[in-house]
């Protein structure tokens, strides 16, 4: 419900319905359950000119570098409006009063002075009064409700009493650390700040004790607790004052969107397969100190790219593109392996080069290379192009199975799940302990056919199985 | 009183360890606090938490910390136009905007800042640094140290060795100024010259001057000498015991929300989106086969992403259909050159697969991305 004010002022304003908004700002957000009365005659609210106060040593003018509020937007007393700068200081703005922002005297990097007005700010002259003259008729849940501003992104979070007790002791919201959840400021915060304004001594209060919000510590004694019967269920609604956040989608996700459709295009199909990589478990730990030596961490990847590049010289078409037209299938003459990244961006690809001419040490050299580019932020334009075929590690992070998509103009990917170490039989038929790990493929069925995809998936298989076989074609 | 018999103790690592609550109600007085951290985000935290939460009207502060290296920009400047950005980042040294305004320093842990917490009625930073001034000859007499009136304090006559800015707030204020001990003056100077040409803009610039360090003055000179003079001088100036406490800017419990204050610091919001609106306007002069490709580019960076992008090519030299989906994606993308690096390669996979083409738009992508 809200209420529209008439105005007969002599100021010639008609009610916009943003105007009301304003003024009856908590009455709008939980209208369903809050009328607001005021007991103070409607009169137009008093335009009065903020003027820029003195900023010491003498200065009479300073630039103004940044607004934190438009024309329009409410402020509160001790609310930012602006920041200033004079020689080499820089000067935080605040307002002396609650109100809406009418007038903007200056722009970006205009000379201010001081002494005259800054901002114009309509105060709303029944607000202006002290609060205890709203009668607020309010639900019995209001003390859960609470209002917020936010100003260019100075939000805080506190119910209508807390921000009651600031008021009257002088204190800017903004100042005090809210410890409530979302950060929301509760009395003892209030109460805390004064503490440490007038030098008293106070025992540290740990979070826990802040948690329950102000309404259960007024709740009856325990004792009485039990000749309660079972607690009434929720009756009313719970108030949850969250908004949606809408951002625009720019720079690398929206290329990341254009790429996704496009591989979104190509027919996928998926072949999954289970690795006993038993043996490559211990080969690798024999191979580590080695390598730790020479000065370079080695993991599995330089083993799975290797077989894979191993792979690919026996089918060579999982190493091909296709053109736009479906004309042309063209086979690369390098093995640029990708290996998927998850960095703060999100996911980027970079490749190693050649692998086909490279040993499985020079690969973890060169992965090792592009994982510290890639936690800086530093990778290049050519570590990020030319990939002609990927591998992505999800199992580091965790998962089994997946369905990787394809990255165009590539028509090939594998994705590696977690090693598990898990009951398999042997030759025997003894149960032994066996690390597996899932491989998910996924092709494009346009010139690929599951048979050659099986084949291939079957051989680096059988490399990693029994990494012995690999020394017999390694070139 | 005091301060004579105070004479032999307090080195930095003499520490009172008060119990963290009552720490700032229990101190009466004015205060020194050191900082063990030498990170500068955390320790930009440390003043902006004083800043906020503290009542200065029972206690000025002074505040000492060194930071590992870093280039530190005022409130209101553009890093583009101070430093050279491709050289901070390839040497791992950190780039932070402080809240002060003022001009672009090089930190490093020859470098010693001192932060002077007041009201917003008693900021007065002329007797701050006649302070230290005092400080320094009491240290070594015959030292030449001066302060300007532009707030510098000049070693000789003709080396700055000391840069000062400040912030004011509603109640309070603080004024804080560095002092070349024993800095690399080689690092400094080349971190702070821009490469970047053709930017327009209205951000506050620095004034370039030359530097010297004290310590090449009078090399028995160490930056705890340096720091306890100063603390001596402030604590006979303010009537206190000359004692330094130090303070973990990490420590949540003393410092109830410094870990997001610190936070904040380091987003890219803070430091690269807070520049003010700027444009480049330069011509990309490519090397290309047997000739040399003249490219206009003018770019409007606002909030540290690209509003507006301009890219005169020659004609035909790349597919219409490419020229302007690489203007559409730059535009509101970060003016970064890790972002405009993913998302050129990226857009690349949806390109015809032509070795000509994709050589030619890596070439103009490789030259906007050093515009960055």
């Known amino acids: 419900v809200c209420i529209h004010r008439v105005r007969s002022c002599s100021s010639i304003r008609f009610i916009k319905s943003k105007y009301v908004c304003v003024f009856d700002k908590s009455a709008f957000k939980f209208s369903h359950q809050q009328r607001l009365f005021r007991t103070s005659p409607v009169s137009c609210g008093q335009i009065v000119q ?136 509760l009395k003892e915060d209030i109460l805390n700040y004064l503490a440490k304004q007038t030098g008293a001594i106070l025992p540290p209060s740990p979070r826990g004790e802040m948690v329950p919000p102000l309404r259960r510590t007024e709740a009856v004694p325990a004792a009485k607790d039990k000749a309660r019967k079972v607690p009434a269920p929720l009756s009313r609604p719970i108030a949850f004052s969250g908004k949606d956040r809408t951002e625009p989608v720019t720079g690398f996700q929206k290329a990341m969107v254009k790429t996704m459709s496009a591989a979104l295009k190509i027919p996928h199909f998926g072949y999954c397969d289970e690795i006993d990589l038993t043996q490559l478990v211990q080969l690798r730990e024999e191979l580590k100190p080695i390598a730790e030596i020479r000065g370079v961490k080695l993991s599995f990847m330089p083993f799975f790219i290797k077989a894979a590049s191993l792979g690919l010289l026996q089918y060579p078409i999982l190493n091909a593109s296709l ?153 | 009183m005091v301060l004579q018999s105070f004479k032999n103790c307090l080195w930095l690592s003499c520490v009172l360890r008060t119990p963290k609550a009552c720490f700032w109600s229990a101190a009466s007085g004015d205060l020194i606090i050191q900082s063990v951290s030498n990170d500068i985000y ?76 007041t009201t917003r009625k008693k900021y007065e930073r002329m007797g701050n640094l006649e302070l230290v001034v005092k400080a320094l000859k009491a240290l070594r007499p015959q030292l030449d140290v001066r302060v300007t009136d532009r707030y510098d304090i000049l070693l000789d006559g003709q080396y700055k060795i000391s840069g000062t800015a400040a912030k004011l707030g509603r109640t309070s204020a603080y004024h804080h100024c560095t002092l070349l001990c024993n800095a690399d003056k080689f690092v400094l100077s080349s971190v702070l010259k821009s490469p970047y040409k053709g930017l327009k803009s209205n951000a506050t610039p620095s004034v370039p001057a030359s530097v010297k360090n004290l310590f090449e003055e009078d090399a028995s000179l160490t930056s705890e000498m340096v720091l306890d003079a100063i603390a001596k001088e402030y604590a006979v100036q303010h009537q206190i015991n000359h004692h330094i406490t130090l303070i973990n800017p990490a420590d949540e419990t003393l410092l109830p929300g410094i870990s997001s204050k610190t936070k904040e610091l380091e987003t890219w919001e803070w430091v690269y989106g807070k520049t003010p609106k700027f444009s480049i306007s330069t011509c990309l002069n490519i090397a290309y086969k047997d000739s040399v490709l003249d490219v206009k580019v003018n770019m409007d960076v606002k909030h540290g992403r690209i509003e507006v992008c301009n890219i005169e090519l020659p004609e035909h030299w790349l597919p219409p259909g490419l020229h302007s989906e690489l203007v559409k994606s730059l535009t509101g993308s970060k003016f970064c050159p890790n972002e405009t690096t993913t998302l050129v390669t990226t857009l690349l996979r949806v390109c015809p697969q032509d070795d000509e083409l994709h050589s030619r738009w890596s070439l103009l992508c490789e030259n906007m991305i050093r515009l960055m």
């Not at chain 1, 639900?139 to 119910?159: D, R, V």
């Not at chain 1, 800017?172 to 809210?178: R, W």
């Not at chain 1, 493929?441 to 599951?450: L, M, N, P, T």
């Open chain 1, 323 to 475: 053109d736009e037209n479906c004309q042309n299938v063209t086979y690369k003459a390098s093995h640029n392996i990708g290996v998927a990244m998850d960095t703060e961006q999100g996911l980027i690809v970079p490749n190693v080069k050649n692998v086909q001419v490279c040993s499985v040490f020079e690969i973890a050299v060169e992965l090792n290379r592009l994982q510290s580019l890639g936690s800086a932020g530093q990778l290049g334009t050519s570590d990020l192009t030319g990939g002609t075929f990927t591998l992505s590690n999800i199992g580091t992070i965790g998962g089994t199975y997946a369905k990787p998509v394809i990255l165009p103009p590539e028509v090939a990917i594998g994705a590696l799940g977690k090693i598990q170490v898990l009951p398999r039989f042997n030759g025997r038929g003894e149960v032994f302990k066996a690390q597996i790990m899932n491989v998910s493929w996924s092709a494009d069925h346009r010139i690929i056919d599951g048979a050659t995809m099986a084949r291939f998936s079957n051989l680096w298989k059988s490399y990693l199985e029994n990494p012995a076989s690999m020394l017999l074609d390694l070139k």
């Open chain 2, 42 to 117: 955390q320790n930009l935290a440390v003043e902006d938490w004083i800043h906020d939460h503290m009542d200065l009207e029972k206690q000025q502060i002074l505040f000492l910390w060194r930071n590992s290296p870093a280039v530190v920009i005022g409130r209101h400047q553009n890093p583009w136009q101070e430093c050279n950005l491709r050289l901070l980042r390839q040497k791992n040294i950190k780039l932070a905007r402080r809240r002060s305004g003022g001009g672009t320093v090089y930190h490093d842990l020859g470098n010693v800042n001192l932060t002077f917490f």
């Open chain 1, 50 to 185: 903020f003027k820029l106060s003195d900023i010491g040593e003498g200065i009479t003018e300073v630039t103004v570098k940044e607004w934190y509020v438009k024309e329009g937007d409410s402020v509160s007393q001790f609310d930012s409006i602006c920041e200033v700068q004079s020689d080499k200081a820089s000067v935080t703005i605040t307002s002396r009063y609650d109100g809406v922002i009418r007038k903007l005297h200056y722009s970006i990097d205009d000379i201010a002075f001081v002494g005259k007005p800054l901002v114009d700010i309509e105060i709303d002259a029944s607000k202006g009064v002290a609060p205890e003259e709203d009668v607020v008729e309010t639900p019995p849940m209001s003390h859960e409700e609470h209002t917020h501003q936010e100003i260019k992104g100075h939000k805080t979070l506190a119910t209508p009493a807390v921000r009651r007790l600031a008021m009257e002791n002088n204190i800017k919201l903004s100042e005090v650390v809210g410890t409530g959840k979302d950060n929301r400021i």
